[in-house]
């Protein structure tokens, strides 16, 4: 019940932004037409159909997807946090009945559920009819959709982790950076992780940051089968079980700075 | 007094950040190593493919560098304007600044100064410098002066679209999109114009100038000569100066204080 009133709470927030919602609708095929005209250019000139694996639909599809991606995989919980933390308005929430990670989870699927309705879908209309990106047969899609859900979850999870640490540091915009830094380079974000050397795949492998981007993007382009499907999300449940045990032990070394200082 | 008054705020621009000197070191190095991205992926794609047509990877690091340099230098000095004036306007003070002895324009922009965008002037640098040695261009010709004179105006283009979003903000007290809409025209510019098709080469060059932003200063500087179409860029961008302007003063005319 409280965890809907904070879905509930996110999503006429949402709405009360309507603006820039429909701003971004306007926005995303500005960004379609340069990864379209960039990427065409790029495969004419070197006179291949395929690079690193990927065709010029694929690589479309990539980019398309990964802007759709972007709509739900984000989280500025570490700003709200530093902002409570600063002003002192944290104690209010170590107070509510339901845990501070819990009120700004929820709170953040309620803006979600609006992003999905008047976002992600008209999006990917324009998308499929104007740049041709690829379809997803229906099991694909359902993965994919599970697979960005676990994909919000752990990219939640680095954003509390960084906020957590404003107990300490107070102002945290530097270690945000840094966040947004290196999960744009290992998330392959930017760039299919195949672009990369061989030992930076290796390296992003055994990292988190792939499940962000790279891996979802691939479920949908149906690059893997479902056993292997199967294996990246129980990997994905293993991250996010690794994380929620270190927000706890951080979460108890924050309220310990907080008793500390007095307050 | 306008630089007087100017040096006074980034002095204490300066003095807030060190209050937390910490976390403005790892802000700066961590903003170093974003800007550093747009490298590291051009190489990557350079390495795998032929790259950009008619674009060397040491000229696409040139054009690259410019734009970086270019959109910290307005970062630096005025893209904060629109928050500011959003600030004023919902808080009811902007009132209180008409009876200033200077122009409003001109001390909101002071207010606006951003010391982050620093580690992004400074990438630019390297870019820019890295590929000028490679490319064995010279600092003594009159492409160079052009070149500069170019980045200059880019900088006034910047600034115009700026003062637009200002003038908006002030007339619809929303500000919410206006710098989606700002960042993704901007994410324009960092390509060569070169990959569009004639019908867009055309709109960003004479509807809305977006390749003065880095395309037109470069292909200048290596050696394309001033062309009908920068020439025609440099006039679009003085005709969205003076609308900018006009704008302005439209905004505060229609600008009805807190209580209207």
Redesign the interface.
């Known amino acids: 019940m409280k965890k809907t009133a904070n879905i509930a709470l996110g999503f006429k927030i949402a709405i009360a932004?309507r603006?820039?919602f429909?701003?971004?609708l306007?926005?995303a095929p500005?960004?379609f037409?340069?990864y379209f005209?960039?990427w065409?250019?790029?495969?004419?000139?070197?006179?291949t159909t395929i690079?690193?694996g990927f065709t010029l639909e694929e690589m479309i599809t990539y980019y398309i997807m990964g802007l759709i991606i972007s709509l739900f995989v984000w989280s500025n919980a570490e700003y709200w946090l530093e902002e409570n933390i600063l002003s002192g308005d944290v104690v209010l929430l170590f107070q509510k009945p339901i845990s501070i990670f819990s009120q700004i989870y929820f709170f953040g699927i309620g803006i979600n559920l609006l992003t999905i309705i008047i976002e992600a879908i008209p999006i990917y209309l324009i998308g499929l009819f104007f740049f041709g990106v690829k379809s997803a047969t229906l099991a694909h899609t359902l993965f994919f959709i599970i697979s960005i859900s676990l994909a919000s979850i752990i990219y939640f999870m680095f954003s509390f982790i960084i906020g957590l640490t404003a107990f300490w540091?107070?102002?945290?915009?530097?270690?945000s950076?840094?966040k947004?830094?290196i999960i744009?380079?290992f998330s392959g974000a930017?760039?299919p992780l195949t672009?990369?050397p061989e030992w930076f795949q290796e390296i992003s492998f055994y990292l988190p940051f792939q499940y962000l981007r790279y891996v979802p993007i691939n479920i949908f382009l149906g690059r893997y089968n479902f056993f292997t499907i199967g294996i990246m999300i129980f990997v994905k449940l293993i991250w996010i079980g690794l994380l929620f045990i270190l927000i706890r032990w951080f979460e108890k070394k924050a309220f310990k700075k907080l008793s500390g200082a007095g307050i | 007094m306008f630089f007087k008054q100017w040096k006074t705020m980034l002095g204490i621009t300066f003095s807030k950040e060190m209050a937390?000197k910490?976390?403005?070191?790892?802000?700066?190095?961590?903003?170093i190593?974003?800007e550093s991205?747009g490298p590291?992926?051009s190489y990557?794609?350079y390495?795998?493919?032929?790259?950009?047509?008619g674009w060397s990877f040491e000229e696409f690091i040139l054009l690259l560098g410019t734009f970086t340099l270019i959109i910290n230098l307005a970062n630096f000095l005025f893209l904060y304007l629109p928050s500011i004036v959003m600030f004023y306007v919902k808080k009811g003070f902007l009132d209180t600044l008409f009876v200033k002895p200077m122009n409003l324009l001109a001390h909101l922009t002071i207010k606006s100064i951003n010391l982050e965008a620093i580690a992004g002037i400074l990438t630019g640098l390297v870019l820019i410098i890295w590929s000028f040695l490679k490319l064995e261009l010279s600092l003594f010709s009159i492409n160079f002066m052009f070149y500069i004179l170019l980045i200059f105006i880019a900088v006034i283009f910047q600034f115009s679209l700026i003062v637009i979003m200002a003038s908006l903000t002030i007339i619809f007290i929303?500000i919410?999109?206006l710098y989606?809409?700002y960042n993704?025209?901007m994410?324009?510019a960092k390509?060569p114009l070169?990959?569009?098709?004639s019908g867009?080469i055309l709109f960003f060059t004479f509807i809305i100038p977006i390749g003065i932003a880095a395309h037109y200063p470069v292909t200048v500087l290596l050696g394309e000569g001033i062309k009908l179409l920068t020439i025609g860029a440099v006039i679009i961008v003085i005709i969205f100066l003076f609308i900018s302007i006009l704008l302005w003063k439209y905004a505060l005319k229609k600008y009805s204080s807190a209580g209207g």
């Open positions: 932004y603006f820039a429909f701003i971004n306007i926005i500005l960004t037409l340069i005209f960039l065409h250019s790029i495969y004419a000139y070197s006179g690079i690193r540091m107070k102002k945290i915009n530097g270690l950076r840094a947004e830094a744009s380079l930017l760039l672009f990369y | 937390y910490t976390n403005f070191l790892i802000k700066m190095l961590m903003l190593f974003l991205v590291i992926i990557l794609i390495e795998n493919t032929l790259g950009i047509p929303k919410t999109g989606h809409i993704s025209l994410s324009i390509y070169i990959i569009f098709n867009l």
